[in-house]
Antibody, heavy 121, light 107 residues
Framework: QVQLQESGPGLVKPSQTLSLTCTVSGGSISSGGYYWSWIRQHPGKGLEWIGYIYYSGSTYYNPSLKSRVTISVDTSKNQFSLKLSSVTAADTAVYYC?????????????WGQGTLVTVSS | EIVLTQSPGTLSLSPGERATLSCRASQSVSSSYLAWYQQKPGQAPRLLIYGASSRATGIPDRFSGSGSGTDFTLTISRLEPEDFAVYYC????????FGQGTKLEIK
């Protein structure tokens, strides 16, 4: 059973960089076939895809966030990470990491529990 | 960007009733790339349906998905108490987008 767990600061100051890590267990990022993803949910709102990374390092970002987002992978630790720069209060959200599967379809089949990140001074 | 519009915003039904949730896309979506998720308060979304009509592992057969092009539907044949939650549709075109959600509440 694949499990994902987000970790990182719960409070970030405006204009700084938000950094989160997702640790994957029960499966190897290096095995390929999956897109390791970040998705966020503003308080009381819907879901917004941020981007994902393939084990090879190829990345795909939401065009609306692309200028501020970097996703990286560390296959030796079975982790992938999110950096979001120049944050504002509008970036306050629950951040989820998830596994994206593309097998005749595309869907997010495993999710972390989510971590709330608040942007405030 | 493909915009997904879900309706109704809130659906009030009783256990045992049938629920029909709609997801309409601003342009045609490949059926392969339409999924449905269930989210309960304080929890991560859970995959229900992928490829518009295929149930994910462990999902009861009272959940079914249908549709093509710009109109997709999630149907719950007989509501159980644990089915009351928020439901999201999601598409993959050139990017990924989610609908704004339908809240299914107990009447």
């Amino acid at each position: 059973q694949v499990q994902l767990q987000e970790s990182g600061p719960g409070l970030v100051k405006p204009s700084q960089t938000l950094s989160l890590t997702c640790t994957v267990s029960g499966g190897s990022i290096s095995s390929g076939g999956y897109y390791w993803s970040w998705i966020r949910q503003h308080p009381g709102k819907g879901l917004e895809w941020i981007g994902y990374i393939y084990y090879s390092g190829s990345t795909y970002y939401n065009p609306s966030l692309k200028s501020r987002v970097t996703i990286s992978v560390d296959t030796s630790k079975n982790q992938f990470s999110l950096k979001l720069s120049s944050v504002t209060a509008a970036d306050t959200a629950v951040y989820y990491c998830a596994r994206g599967a593309m097998v005749r379809a595309f869907y997010f089949d495993y999710w972390g529990q989510g971590t709330l990140v608040t942007v405030s001074s | 960007e493909i915009v997904l519009t879900q309706s109704p915003g809130t659906l009030s039904l009783s256990p045992g009733e049938r629920a029909t949730l709609s997801c309409r896309a601003s342009q045609s979506v490949s059926s392969s790339y339409l999924a449905w998720y269930q989210q309960k308060p304080g929890q991560a979304p859970r995959l229900l349906i992928y490829g518009a009509s295929s149930r994910a592992t462990g999902i009861p057969d009272r959940f079914s998905g249908s549709g093509s092009g710009t109109d997709f539907t999630l149907t719950i044949s007989r509501l159980e108490p644990e089915d009351f939650a928020v439901y999201y549709c999601q598409q993959y075109g050139s990017s990924h987008t989610f609908g704004q959600g339908t809240k299914l509440e107990i009447k």
